[in-house]
């Protein structure tokens, strides 16, 4: 099932995806999914990112390749970093690039979807704990990252988190294509079979620390190829049995 967030008519609501309608749900997808009846056509609405978060915990350095670009090895135990909830963004909205930074980087990235309220979840059922995957991009000011020593600035201004398309609830992410083009170019391209800290053990580790509420997400890190963006240049993450995400690059 591919669950949409969307405007339509000045209204704001969830849909499942099918061919090329949207059927409306009523109120969130967090649990028995009702149908309204009410059905649109795709081409008519104005994609939304898939959920509001209440945070966006991320991953950094889970790719080994990517670990190596950065001049180091992946972490005994996962490396996790917050992205506030302000800075996420749909498929086609703008990535506002803030003129302080010289350098702000994509990294295309697997997110999972949180279907429930979860704190120590154990490694077996955090499964149980997934609603589904959409697309992400992680984006970087990376000159910040490396002057400021940690991450909060580089990660987290407006629109540094564009999700979407939908998201995909019936998908076995161990082993899918990733890719992320810029203007078309392939720059990264990868398979999340290449992720070190699974996601059960991420739910895992993450849950032994904070509490996740429905909606949250989790990214789970990027593969090699990460590089910068520039005004005018349109990014996009595509993972198999997603769909793309894609954003053009502006200025704040
Ligand atoms: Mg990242």
Redesign the pocket.
């Not at 080994?64 to 992946?74: L, N, P, T």
């Not at 509420?213 to 996009?236: A, K, Q, W």
């Given at each position: 099932m591919r669950i949409a967030r969307f405007s339509h008519d000045g209204d704001v609501s969830f849909g499942v995806v099918e061919g090329d309608t949207v059927a409306q749900i009523s109120a969130h997808p967090f649990g028995p999914i009702e149908f309204t009846g009410g059905r649109v056509p795709l081409a008519s609405v104005k994609p939304l990112a898939p959920v509001l978060p209440s945070k966006v915990v991320?991953i950094?350095k889970n790719y080994r390749d990517h670990a190596a670009e950065m001049g180091g090895d992946v972490p005994d135990r996962p490396l996790i970093f917050l992205k506030p909830s302000t800075a996420v963004i749909a498929s086609g909205d703008e990535i506002a690039a803030p003129a302080s930074s010289e350098r702000v980087d994509y990294?295309g990235?697997l997110a999972v979807v949180i279907s429930r309220l979860c704190r120590d979840v154990p490694e077996e059922r955090a499964m149980d704990a997934v609603l589904g995957y959409t697309c992400a991009n992680?984006v970087?000011a990376r000159d910040q990252q490396k002057a400021d020593g940690q991450w909060s600035r580089a990660k987290g201004y407006d629109t540094f988190c564009p999700l979407g398309p939908w998201i995909e609830t019936d998908l076995d992410p161990s082993d899918l294509a990733i890719t992320t083009t810029l203007n078309g170019e392939v720059k990264q391209d990868s398979r999340t079979s290449m992720i070190v800290h699974k996601i059960p053990s991420l739910i895992a580790y993450i849950t032994s620390c904070m509490t996740l509420l429905p909606g949250d997400v989790i990214?789970t890190?990027?593969p090699e190829g990460v590089g910068p963006m520039n005004f005018g240049d349109r990014v996009e993450v595509t993972i198999e049995g997603i769909g793309t995400l894609s954003n053009p690059v502006g200025a704040r």
């Amino acid at each position: 099932m591919r669950i949409a967030r969307f405007s339509h008519d000045g209204d704001v609501s969830f849909g499942v995806v099918e061919g090329d309608t949207v059927a409306q749900i009523s109120a969130h997808p967090f649990g028995p999914i009702e149908f309204t009846g009410g059905r649109v056509p795709l081409a008519s609405v104005k994609p939304l990112a898939p959920v509001l978060p209440s945070k966006v915990v991320a991953i950094g350095k889970n790719y080994r390749d990517h670990a190596a670009e950065m001049g180091g090895d992946v972490p005994d135990r996962p490396l996790i970093f917050l992205k506030p909830s302000t800075a996420v963004i749909a498929s086609g909205d703008e990535i506002a690039a803030p003129a302080s930074s010289e350098r702000v980087d994509y990294e295309g990235e697997l997110a999972v979807v949180i279907s429930r309220l979860c704190r120590d979840v154990p490694e077996e059922r955090a499964m149980d704990a997934v609603l589904g995957y959409t697309c992400a991009n992680d984006v970087t000011a990376r000159d910040q990252q490396k002057a400021d020593g940690q991450w909060s600035r580089a990660k987290g201004y407006d629109t540094f988190c564009p999700l979407g398309p939908w998201i995909e609830t019936d998908l076995d992410p161990s082993d899918l294509a990733i890719t992320t083009t810029l203007n078309g170019e392939v720059k990264q391209d990868s398979r999340t079979s290449m992720i070190v800290h699974k996601i059960p053990s991420l739910i895992a580790y993450i849950t032994s620390c904070m509490t996740l509420l429905p909606g949250d997400v989790i990214l789970t890190g990027t593969p090699e190829g990460v590089g910068p963006m520039n005004f005018g240049d349109r990014v996009e993450v595509t993972i198999e049995g997603i769909g793309t995400l894609s954003n053009p690059v502006g200025a704040r």
